[in-house]
Each structure stands twice: as structure tokens, then as C-alpha cells.
């Protein structure tokens, strides 16, 4: 069992940056891929990014370019960097871990494992 707990989220004006980390509990973090996912109130769960075992990375069309997503094996952290946070990006975001499939993938059904979540609130 693995467990993920994320953090770094708040409320910031348009135009802010936040990093949310996600720190994972398993001693084997590095054979893991891992994903942040996000939730509007009203709407369905979708996909942001993810990064690989080996760090290659996948992005939703609608972040590329101002969200970054990294990972520290030493640190079982997975972060995500937003930058230029405009009021739709508000939603909890979550991290995901998945055991069985080594690359970046946006499948959240193949994900094992889930956190908690963490409010991320953009006023305008």
C-alpha cells in the first residue's frame, strides 16, 4: 500500500505561481509513475501531467507551457509547478501512482494509488 499526500495548494491572484508536492510513502518510489490529476466543482476528474520512471514527462494541451511537473527519487516527492494561474485552473488536484506501467501516461484508471488532494483557488 502506498500512500500519497500532496500539498502547496491555496489561493493566489491570476497570474500567481504555486508548487504542489506529493510525497509518497513507498520504498520503491522510483519504479512508479506518477500523475497529478485535477477536479472543478461540477466537473469531471481530468488529466494535467505526468512523468515517467525514467522522468519522460506528458502534459494536457490546456497546461503545456506553464505547468511543470519534476520528481526527486531521493525524496519520493513528485511536484507540480504552475505558473501563470489564470481562475479555470481552480480545482483539487490530486497525485496518482501507478506500479505497472513505467511511462507518462494520462490513463487514470491505470492508476493504483491516490492522494487526498489539495485546493488550489484562482481569483481574478
Known amino acids: 500500500q502506498v500512500q500519497l499526500v500532496e500539498s502547496g495548494g491555496g489561493l493566489v491572484q491570476a497570474g500567481g505561481s504555486l508548487r504542489l508536492s506529493c510525497a509518497a510513502s513507498?520504498?520503491?518510489?522510483?519504479?512508479?509513475?506518477m500523475g497529478w490529476f485535477r477536479q472543478a466543482p461540477g466537473k469531471e476528474r481530468e488529466f494535467v501531467a505526468a512523468?515517467?520512471?525514467?522522468?519522460?514527462?506528458y502534459y494536457a494541451d490546456s497546461v503545456k507551457g506553464r505547468f511543470t511537473i519534476s520528481r526527486d527519487n531521493a525524496k519520493n516527492t513528485v511536484y507540480l509547478q504552475i505558473n501563470s494561474l489564470k481562475p479555470e485552473d481552480t480545482a483539487v488536484y490530486y497525485c496518482?501512482?501507478?506500479?505497472?506501467?513505467?511511462?507518462?501516461?494520462?490513463?487514470?484508471?491505470?492508476?493504483?494509488?491516490w492522494g487526498q488532494g489539495t485546493q488550489v483557488t484562482v481569483s481574478s
Open positions: 496518482a501512482a501507478d506500479r505497472d506501467y513505467s511511462g507518462a501516461h494520462q490513463r487514470s484508471n491505470l492508476y493504483d494509488y
Open positions: 513507498a520504498r520503491t518510489f522510483t519504479l512508479y509513475s
Open positions: 512523468i515517467g520512471r525514467s522522468g519522460t514527462t
